[in-house]
T-cell receptor
Framework: EAGVAQSPRYKIIEKRQSVAFWCNPI?????LYWYQQILGQGPKLLIQ????????DSQLPKDRFSAERLKGVDSTLKIQPAKLEDSAVYLC????????????????FGPGTRLTVT | QQQVKQSPQSLIVQKGGISIINCAYE??????FPWYQQFPGKGPALLIA?????SEKKEGRFTISFNKSAKQFSLHIMDSQPGDSATYFC?????????????FGTGTRLTIIP
């Protein structure tokens, strides 16, 4: 089974520039998450999709961050304009989603995109 | 504010020893407590998880101990090996069977020395 794919793996931009990250979840996974992991900290949820609908975006800085999940599969996360404090690893994760048995809730993480804003 | 506090920040254990990482939470609504292992350049991977209806769960060399009254849980790695050297994150969520929003601890960098 292929894992969660993310690209690019690394990105260096100057502040005030724009950047976009792409995520392809595990096939069949209905739930998709974007996390921000600042160096030395645990991942922090930015946005959660169930199919192509947003479940939770309460911690997404909406003045500069946006995300979409068209057709309920791939997702993109965009930052415009970037700030120095956006330097972090951006992790995408997916899970099977709601299960009748109450199982299969494990989140599978991609390798992340390391963003450096200079 | 939902928080999960993790300690220690870093840990060095000799090969064959027991590694212990502790976490504490505040929100009593949390009902799912996973531990994730992360190697450099990789995303976190689920190691072991527990629901609050049990006080302990063991999978191989990894054990979670859970104390509901103290709102604490810990990861024990028995017979620690150099391959266990990684960063470990505890997390907690209010379960909804597939829609969990995980709140992570700050991580523990574990180093196993020969």
């Amino acid at each position: 089974e292929a894992g969660v794919a993310q690209s690019p793996r690394y990105k260096i931009i100057e502040k005030r520039q724009s950047v976009a990250f792409w995520c392809n979840p595990i096939s069949g996974h209905a739930t998709l998450y974007w996390y921000q992991q600042i160096l030395g900290q645990g991942p922090k949820l930015l946005i959660q999709f169930q199919n192509n609908g947003v479940v939770d975006d309460s911690q997404l800085p909406k003045d500069r961050f946006s995300a979409e999940r068209l057709k309920g599969v791939d997702s993109t996360l965009k930052i415009q304009p970037a700030k120095l404090e956006d330097s972090a690893v951006y992790l995408c994760a997916s899970s099977l989603g709601h299960s009748e048995t109450g199982t299969d809730y494990e989140q599978y993480f991609g390798p992340g995109t390391r963003l450096t804003v200079t | 504010q939902q928080q999960v506090k993790q300690s220690p920040q870093s840990l060095i254990v000799q090969k064959g020893g027991i590694s212990i990482i502790n976490c504490a939470y505040e929100n009593t609504a949390f009902d799912y407590f996973p531990w994730y292992q992360q190697f450099p350049g990789k995303g976190p991977a689920l190691l072991i998880a527990i629901r609050p209806d049990v006080s302990e769960k063991k999978e191989g060399r990894f054990t979670i101990s859970f104390n509901k009254s103290a709102k604490q849980f810990s990861l024990h790695i028995m017979d620690s090996q150099p391959g266990d050297s990684a960063t470990y994150f505890c997390a907690a969520s209010i379960g909804n069977f597939g829609n969990e929003k995980l709140t992570f601890g700050t991580g523990t960098r574990l180093t196993i020395i020969p």
